[in-house]
DNA sequence: TGAGTAATTATACGCTTGCATAATTACTCA
DNA sequence: TGAGTAATTATGCAAGCGTATAATTACTCA
């Protein structure tokens, strides 16, 4: 036997942590195919082998690479919800206009998204993802648009509707904003989508 | 050499277009990584050594399995304009449900969009068909937006920032409609689709 | 009818793939 | 300090991959 090259140990985590990023490095610069076991270890600094003792099959690492992916687009979204203003008005415009903005638009997370939603139809725990992440979405942004129905004292209107349209809006929009980044001109996303909303919601969303 | 399968001669065409089917479904079925070229081969009822008589290398067939799906997937939309009112309300009313309805929403052709999608932002050729394909379904859209802006004698408006809205809410609800197909109730994204429009046109559109 | 041609089948090749296994070594703890 | 253990490297395997090439045969046309 040669000589062995140096190695550190480290943690459960960290070392899950790592390869699913390799994963999800790989199929964002190359596709899914370019994920093979092989280079996903050599990107992640360790060897082959050791993807299979943190992870059942490879299959196994690339579900957990697609649901980190999914669980992590929420979470950014989530993460920018401390810096908007009170206002309940003020705040769902900040919100959406974050959401069809950089650095939330970007073709690298729609290539990844789409790689994850191409498995949505086919494999029932990515959908249970995919469905659990769409809510938590939807959701929040149903808070918000009652937030800012209530504050325009406007009790005739059905938020979940809503949110279903306005979540759509802001998904169609993601996603041609990233796919096509010099199709449209800077900040005009965010202008028709403060301004889709103001109608979807006949309410005046303050400009962002 | 022992005893040779018989077969036919068929057509370029009629080759070509059965092997595109043919990934075209394997994908469906199992992803990009289920249409190597013995399975499409065998799906298509020839040999594998015919894909490479028709097309330069496998990935010259699976990029010309993308874009048909996506020209596809636009024309489906056009031929059933047909179908359509005159009226230019009823007209964009009978498209916009019929873009969040079966069958043109469809678990498989999410999957399959999804496939496509995810080579859009790394692939110069798909952008291109994506973009071209993007714009037909937009640019449609637009006019019959603009008819029935015009028919309500409403000159106030730019149809391109409604289209690009109206058409990111269509993709929107589409996907979703296709992805989570049991989470929404019959006919309730027709529903939301022509409310959510009426709004941002601030036009009445008849249920329908 | 028979020659010519190209569509098609059959086979093979080198390489890559995911997974399996054994050996080594980095670390903990008594 | 040294034993124990499990993280990690190294290596190998069988199967499958996309591509290449040769042979056969279905078809056209003079």
Chains 1, 2 share one sequence.
Do not use: C
Request: charged letters at 25%; hydrophobic letters at 50%.
């Amino acid at each position: 036997m040669n000589q062995r090259r140096p190695f550190q140990r480290a943690g459960e985590e960290a070392r899950r942590s790592a390869l699913i990023e390799a994963t999800l490095d790989l199929i964002a610069e190359g596709g899914p195919q370019a994920a093979t076991v092989r280079a996903i270890a050599l990107r992640a600094g360790v060897t082959p082998g050791l993807i299979r003792h943190y992870f059942a099959t490879k299959e196994d690492l690339v579900a957990a690479a697609h649901e980190t992916l999914m669980t992590g687009l929420t979470e950014a979204s989530a993460a920018r919800l401390d810096d908007l203003p009170d206002d309940p008005l003020a705040r769902l415009a900040g919100f959406v206009a974050n959401a069809v903005s950089p650095p939330v638009t970007d073709p690298r997370a729609v290539s990844l998204w789409a790689a994850s939603m191409q498995l949505v139809p086919r494999d029932a725990a990515m959908r249970k993802v995919h469905e659990a992440t769409y809510l938590g979405f939807r959701n929040r942004l149903q808070r918000m648009i009652a937030d800012a129905l209530a504050a325009a004292d406007r009790q005739d209107e059905d938020p979940r509707a809503l949110a279903i349209a306005g979540n759509a809006l802001l998904d169609g929009l993601w996603i041609e904003a990233g796919a096509l980044p010099d199709h449209f001109k800077p900040d005009e996303m965010k202008s028709i989508a403060i301004k889709a909303f103001s109608r979807l919601l006949d309410l005046k969303l303050p400009e962002v």
